[in-house]
């Protein structure tokens, strides 16, 4: 028993020392073991104790109640500090989860956008998207291919109407020269049958 209680008073002196050294206590405030902080429990511990001296070492001596109270005090404080402790890591983690939707609902936000903004500078092409870059470039393509086939075609009708005067002026061409040959050729053959009647004319009479 008288071991314990020593050990008990190390220990706290010891914890005493250590809370001292990072907290001291305001001088106005009220020493007690039923408020203020652990720091200044202990010093009420210290400044209620007794001492005495003995084969040349010092001993405090501390009241068993005022060290169970303190004792209890300090696992109080631990088990808030351990609720607290729990409670932050909850928060933690429930922070953690909304942060995690919220990046997931801005990755879904941020493709979404992507995919609007991928349609909003495209143009659908025989079912496809293309950028309309790539749309204008396709379309001026077959503009102007289909403008070059019309002035073929003109081209070619063209060239097909100048022959086709060159035919009908050559067909005309062609009808004059035959009906003159085929005058020159009547002339002739009237003019041979002629002479051939005036031959039989002569034969006759000249029997």
């Known amino acids: 028993m008288k071991g314990y209680k020593m050990l008990l008073v190390v220990v706290a002196l010891l914890i005493y020392n250590i809370q001292f050294a990072q907290e001291a206590p305001s001088s106005e405030e009220e020493l007690s073991l039923n408020k203020g902080s652990i720091s200044s429990q202990f010093d009420f511990i210290a400044k209620k104790s007794g001492n005495y001296r003995a084969a040349g070492v010092r001993y405090e001596v501390v009241k068993i109640t005022n060290l169970n109270k303190i004792k209890q005090n300090i696992l109080d404080t631990l088990s808030v500090t351990r609720k607290k402790t729990a409670e932050l890591k909850a928060t933690i983690t429930s922070h953690e989860t909304t942060i995690n939707s919220l990046?997931?609902?801005?990755?879904?936000?941020?493709?979404?956008?992507?995919?609007?903004?991928?349609?909003?500078?495209?143009?659908?092409?025989?079912?496809?998207?293309?950028?309309?870059?790539?749309?204008?470039?396709?379309?001026?393509?077959?503009?102007?291919?289909?403008?070059?086939?019309?002035?073929?075609?003109?081209?070619?009708?063209?060239?097909?109407?100048?022959?086709?005067?060159?035919?009908?002026?050559?067909?005309?061409?062609?009808?004059?020269?035959?009906e003159d040959h085929r005058r020159r050729a009547l002339e002739r053959e009237q003019k041979i049958s002629r002479q051939l009647q005036d031959e039989i004319n002569k034969h006759k009479k000249s029997k």
């Open 103 to 178: 990046n997931s609902k801005l990755t879904e936000t941020t493709n979404n956008l992507s995919s609007v903004t991928e349609e909003k500078d495209s143009m659908s092409f025989f079912g496809f998207l293309v950028s309309k870059g790539t749309y204008n470039i396709i379309l001026w393509t077959i503009i102007g291919s289909l403008l070059l086939l019309l002035l073929f075609f003109i081209y070619k009708f063209r060239n097909s109407n100048i022959l086709t005067q060159e035919a009908k002026s050559n067909l005309s061409e062609l009808e004059v020269e035959y």
